[in-house]
């Protein structure tokens, strides 16, 4: 199966991702999933499928990358990554300023994994 790719801007927003899948859906009518990377991308996605007609899951499934207010309260909620954005970011300025202390032993941290977290964007039944 070849991957169906489109870039959008992100300060685009939902209005981005509602009119790159309108494009996509012209391009590839038998679409029937989409991994949306911005959640603001995906929620306009949603838009833009009940446009067409399509039903969420049962048509096109939809996940996003990150799992944030707008995946968690969409309708329907989207499945997400969740990529523990607050534990990472305090593990990078642990690091950094361990490094502005003169403390550079460290070059790395681990972070951890990213977890899926099912939704019903992405449940058929």
Same mark, same amino acid.
């Given at each position: 199966?070849e991957p169906?790719?489109?870039?959008v801007?992100?300060?685009?927003?939902?209005?981005g991702?509602?009119?790159?899948?309108?494009?996509?859906?012209?391009?590839?009518?038998?679409?029937?999933?989409?991994? +949306?990377p911005?959640?603001a991308?995906? +929620?306009?996605?949603?838009?833009?499928?009940?446009?067409?007609?399509?039903?969420?899951?049962r048509?096109?499934? +939809?996940?996003?990358?990150?799992?944030g207010m707008r995946?968690?309260?969409?309708?329907?909620?989207?499945?997400?990554?969740?990529l523990?954005?607050?534990?990472?970011?305090?593990?990078?300025?642990?690091?950094?300023?361990?490094?502005?202390?003169?403390?550079?032993t460290?070059?790395?941290?681990e972070?951890?994994?990213?977890?899926?977290i099912?939704?019903?964007s992405?449940?058929r039944?």
């Amino acid at each position: 199966m070849e991957p169906i790719v489109t870039a959008v801007e992100e300060r685009l927003g939902e209005e981005g991702g509602a009119e790159a899948t309108r494009r996509l859906l012209m391009r590839s009518p038998r679409l029937d999933g989409l991994c +949306v990377p911005v959640d603001a991308f995906a +929620v306009g996605a949603l838009r833009a499928l009940r446009e067409a007609g399509r039903r969420v899951p049962r048509d096109v499934v +939809v996940a996003t990358r990150y799992d944030g207010m707008r995946a968690r309260t969409s309708q329907p909620a989207l499945t997400a990554v969740d990529l523990h954005l607050d534990q990472v970011g305090q593990a990078a300025i642990d690091l950094l300023l361990e490094h502005l202390r003169g403390e550079t032993t460290r070059q790395m941290v681990e972070a951890p994994e990213p977890t899926l977290i099912e939704r019903a964007s992405s449940r058929r039944r």
